[in-house]
């Protein structure tokens, strides 16, 4: 059998987080069932943060309902503090992804205090899931860890001490994010592998590139090298963050499953139906760009799609 590529759609919260037009919560359910179909079984579907803050995703609680509903779909949500991490657990989400970012600048432009006081809210949020049974995956995130639009270089060192202490907090997955669009293959590799070298095999690494610059696809592929076997990834390219200047979207679901499944992995995924899903979401979008190669071009005739008829 064909070795294993988890692919987590972040779409429906890191995709539409930035995106002016509210899209209704009838149509994220739709969007998610349809992905659900093409073969998607790991969803980032919302955000428990402040209705005022983020409007669109002020209905975090009927998606994580929408989602627990599909049977074999793992669902998390973005929870950036101790508040929104109890929500999370009370709604009985399967993952709970917290945030924080390797630059000082930036942590505090997403999240309103410093990283040293984020990662003290992480050992909160670790008793927190503790003491609700350790039902819930924990996972930390680390945004600008390959630059920032605010700082510029971000220090490697800094990057790999602040990974080593969300998992010594309790981490069991830990997510490094390109948030702007700065990583290049070479330091890629560099990082993922010292992040293996320090943290040993059991605690999965996560990869989340925005393809601000066109690497997107060249950096997810020098993580595979690494030895990353889990990637975020957002239907479309949509996606950016909303304090980090220039930063447009994440990876393209389809364009990440075409290579992945061309290269000899297993996503779960049927290509054309993940297209199709695609179609839809422009219809629901028409006002917003959706980048990728795969839609644009096509599918190739060599291109074996083993997934196809599920």
Not at 82 to 91: D, I
Not at 134 to 163: K, M, P
Not at 164 to 178: Q, Y
Not at 280 to 290: E, Q
Request: charged share 20%; net charge negative; hydrophobic share 45%.
């Amino acid at each position: 059998m064909s070795e294993a590529l988890l692919i987590r759609e972040v779409g429906l919260r890191d995709g539409l987080q930035s995106i002016a037009q509210v899209l209704p919560t009838d149509a994220k359910r739709a969007w998610c069932r349809a992905q659900y179909a093409a073969g998607m079984r790991e969803v980032e579907i919302g955000a428990m943060v402040p209705a005022h803050l983020l409007p669109q995703l002020a209905d975090g609680d009927e998606m994580v309902e929408a989602g627990l509903a599909l049977p074999g779909l793992t669902v998390s949500v973005l929870a950036p503090n101790a508040r929104g991490v109890e929500r999370a657990l009370a709604l009985g989400v399967h993952k709970i992804n917290y945030v924080l970012s390797a630059s000082e600048s930036h942590n505090r432009a997403n999240v309103r205090r410093t990283t040293e006081a984020s990662l003290e809210d992480f050992t909160r949020i670790g008793a927190l899931a503790d003491a609700a049974g350790g039902r819930t995956t924990l996972a930390a995130g680390i945004s600008t860890a390959f630059g920032c639009t605010i700082e510029g270089a971000i220090d490697e060192g800094r990057v790999l001490a602040l990974g080593e202490r969300l998992v010594a907090l309790g981490a069991r997955e830990l997510i490094v994010a390109d948030t702007v669009g700065y990583a290049e293959p070479r330091g890629v590799r560099r990082l993922f592998r010292a992040f293996r070298d320090r943290l040993g095999p059991d605690v999965p690494l996560v990869g989340h590139f925005h393809d601000t610059r066109g690497l997107g696809l060249a950096n997810s592929l020098a993580a595979i090298e690494a030895g990353v076997r889990w990637f975020d990834v957002s239907l479309g390219g949509l996606g950016g963050c909303p304090h980090a200047p220039g930063a447009t979207g994440n990876v393209a679901t389809e364009d990440m499953v075409f290579m992945a499944e061309a290269m000899g992995f297993d996503t779960g995924y049927d290509v054309e139906a993940l297209l199709r899903c695609r179609a839809m979401l422009a219809t629901m979008l028409p006002d917003t760009p959706l980048p990728g190669a795969i839609a644009r071009a096509g599918l190739p005739l060599t291109f074996g799609n083993r997934h196809a008829g599920l």
